[in-house]
C-alpha cells in the first residue's frame, strides 16, 4: 500500500467524508480535507500537520475552490487522490420544491464538484496519474423513490459525468470512479444534512411517508459501516484497474440488480417497437 500519496477530501468534518480521513491519517497517508468551516475539521481531524491540512473552502465558490487547491499543493507538492464527497440530501416532491431549492442542490451537488474537478485535473494530467472518486448514491442510478427526485438526479447528473470523464481523463493515466453507497450510518439524514421542502403539499402521502420513513426508522439505524467504506476506497485506490461503477451496501447491490433486471425485462418486452423505427 503506498501511504504517501495524497488524498484531497471534500465534506470531510462529517459523515463518510470525516470517516475516510480519519481511516487515511491512522494508516499514515497524507490528506488534505476540506469542509465550510477549518474550525470543525481541527476539531474533529486535529491542527494541520505535516500529513494533515484542514481547509475553509466554499464548494460554489471557484475562487475559494482554486485556493485550497493551491494550499495543498504548497503543502504536499501535489494531490493523487481526489474524493468529491460534499454535498447534502432534499427530500421533496417535483411539485413543492422551487426553483431556488431545486437549483441549490445542484450548485452544490454537482456544479460544486466540476469547480473541484476542474481546478485538480492540471496536477492530475501534469502527473499523468490520479484517481477521482466522486461519490454519487445508489439513487444516481436506481430514482425509484418517491421525494428523491432532486436530490437522485443530481447523483444521475454525477454519475454520468464521471462515465464521459473517465473516458477524458484515460490517456492521461488518470481512473474516474463513481461510487454509489446505499445507506450507511452517518449523519445525512439528520437536519443539517436533509432539507425538506419549504412549502409541502399534504396530497404527496408517500412523499410525507418517506419523510417520515427516512427521520424517524431509518436515520441511526443503516446498515452500511462508513469505516469499512472508507476501507473500499482505499483498496480501490490501490488496484491498477480500479471500477468505473463502485456499488457500496448489500441495499445498494441488490438495488441496482433489480433495475438491471427491470431494464432488460422491458428491452426485450418492447423490442419489436425499439428496433422498428430505423428508415
Known amino acids: 500500500m503506498d501511504n504517501n500519496k495524497v488524498w484531497f477530501i471534500t465534506g470531510a468534518s462529517k459523515g463518510l467524508g470525516l470517516e475516510l480521513a ?7 497517508f497524507k490528506v488534505a480535507a476540506t469542509s465550510r468551516s477549518e474550525e470543525a475539521l481541527v476539531k474533529v481531524l486535529g491542527n494541520s500537520s505535516e500529513k494533515f491540512l484542514p481547509l475553509e473552502m466554499d464548494l460554489v465558490d471557484e475562487k475559494s475552490v482554486k485556493s485550497a487547491i493551491d494550499k495543498t499543493i504548497n503543502h504536499f507538492k501535489t494531490i493523487d487522490v481526489l474524493v468529491n464527497n460534499a454535498g447534502y ?7 413543492e420544491l422551487t426553483d431556488a431549492e431545486s ?10 464538484l466540476l469547480n473541484v474537478i476542474r481546478n485538480t485535473m492540471p496536477i492530475l494530467r501534469a502527473n499523468k496519474s490520479g484517481h ?22 443530481t447523483k444521475f447528473a454525477v454519475a454520468g459525468l464521471t462515465e464521459s470523464l473517465a ?16 445507506y450507511f450510518r452517518t449523519d445525512f439524514l439528520k437536519d443539517s444534512s436533509l432539507l425538506l421542502p419549504q412549502n409541502p403539499i399534504a396530497d404527496y402521502k408517500e412523499v410525507r411517508q418517506s419523510e417520515s420513513a427516512h427521520k424517524e426508522d431509518i436515520n441511526q439505524n443503516q446498515p452500511g459501516d462508513p469505516v469499512k467504506l472508507a476501507e473500499a476506497l ?9 471500477p468505473l461503477h463502485l456499488f ?6 441488490n438495488m441496482a440488480n433489480q433495475k438491471i433486471a427491470s431494464v432488460k425485462s422491458e428491452l426485450e418486452a418492447w423490442k419489436e417497437v425499439s428496433v422498428s423505427t430505423g428508415f
Request: net charge negative.
Open 132 to 153: 477521482i472518486f466522486n461519490i454519487s448514491s445508489v439513487g444516481g442510478y436506481y430514482g425509484e423513490f418517491p421525494g428523491w427526485g432532486i436530490y437522485c438526479s
Open 167 to 182: 473516458a477524458e481523463v484515460k490517456s492521461f493515466g488518470v481512473h474516474a470512479t463513481i461510487v454509489y453507497p446505499g
Open 89 to 95: 440530501g432534499l427530500l421533496g416532491a417535483l411539485e
Open 103 to 112: 437549483r441549490k442542490n445542484y450548485e452544490v451537488n454537482v456544479f460544486g
Open 248 to 253: 457500496l451496501g448489500e441495499d445498494a447491490y
Open 22 to 28: 480519519k481511516k487515511l491519517l491512522a494508516e499514515g
Open 234 to 242: 482505499i483498496k480501490a485506490s490501490e488496484d491498477q484497474n480500479p
